[in-house]
């Protein structure tokens, strides 16, 4: 069944004309006015989740870390477009003040998955977006380009606790290009690319032949293809777009070399943090946000500096990539 959300979408998209169907979906949300004549003017637009900024980091480390995310983005030509919730309505891309707000809520705003979406909303709550609720906001719009620290996946144990994350399937019907650093290190990588396949997921690792591991440039599984450069990227994602497939692509970045080093420690204590989240019995969605703090805490906060530096390098190539796409258009 669908949800409240795509069902909307649906119904618009049968009775209305293409054109009128994507001016009445862009009503339903806020856009900045950046956001909104860079989209016009076909100029590269990059968007960003909120999730990261309330929850991946403590006030004020988060408000500082997004506006230094956004200016990277700028300096490399492309426009941000961060996403998030406030009082029910959608905004795509932030003010300073609301940026500001985002920050200062933190953990008080709800974790918002797609699933979430239509009872944030309607409840005119305040929402930070994960990959798979940014993912739908940004195609709403018109918005190629998508970068992130990680994706969700496929948790380990997962064949006992059936926790797959929604990120996953959201890349397997959003025809969007999401540029991580691999999949979180917390999850079972070989499994989240076997899931990533079923969804028909174009899966490169960016200038290397080895799938990251998020904290690390490695993780021991081939990468199903790669890719060397923006250019390269952005005609995969003008293929993708003009073919009409409607599965997204993930452009694997690696960790830069100089952050990588601590791998194994933050290994090691991603493996004691997993323990703890059993015997705690902690799942679901508060299992991820769990495990980043615990593993931040267990290695003195190396984890959280290699985090923020490997989000900054996907924001340097994301940015390159979507300004490369967007001179194809």
Do not use: W
Request: net charge neutral; glycine share 6%.
């Amino acid at each position: 069944m669908k949800s409240s959300a795509q069902s909307r979408i649906s119904n618009l998209q049968n009775h209305l004309s293409p054109l009128e169907a994507n001016t009445k979906l862009r009503s339903l949300v806020k856009i900045s006015p950046q956001v909104s004549e860079a989209l016009s003017n076909g100029r590269a637009v990059v968007a960003l989740e909120s999730t990261i900024i309330s929850h991946g980091m403590p006030y004020p480390q988060n408000l500082q870390t997004a506006k230094e995310v956004e200016s990277i983005v700028r300096e490399n030509g492309a426009i941000p477009a961060t996403i998030a919730i406030l009082n029910g309505v959608p905004c795509i891309g932030l003010n300073e003040e609301e940026l500001e707000r985002l920050a200062s809520l933190g953990k008080s705003v709800q974790k918002t998955a797609g699933r979430d979406i239509p009872h944030v909303v309607a409840t005119r709550g305040n929402g930070a977006t994960t990959v798979s609720a940014t993912l739908f906001f940004a195609s709403m719009v018109g918005i190629q380009v998508f970068v992130t620290g990680g994706i969700g996946g496929v948790h380990r144990h997962a064949n006992h606790t059936m926790d797959i994350s929604s990120d996953l399937t959201a890349l397997g019907r959003t025809p969007i290009a999401v540029i991580s650093a691999g999949v979180k290190s917390i999850l079972d990588i070989p499994k989240t690319l076997e899931y990533l396949e079923t969804q028909e997921v174009f899966v490169a690792a960016y200038k290397s032949d080895e799938f990251p591991a998020f904290f690390t440039e490695k993780s021991g599984c081939k990468a199903p293809s790669r890719v060397d450069s923006p250019e390269d990227c952005a005609r995969v994602i003008d293929a993708n777009m003009k073919l009409n497939r409607q599965a997204g692509i993930l452009f694997a970045v690696p960790i830069p070399k100089q952050h990588s080093a601590a791998g194994n420690l933050i290994e090691s204590a991603t493996q004691r943090a997993l323990t703890e989240a059993r015997e705690q019995n902690v799942t679901g969605n508060a299992e991820t946000p769990f495990l980043l703090a615990r593993v931040n805490e267990l290695t003195g906060g190396t984890s959280l500096a290699a985090n923020i530096a490997l989000v900054k390098n996907n924001a340097l190539i994301g940015s390159q990539i979507a300004v490369a796409f967007s001179q194809l258009m």
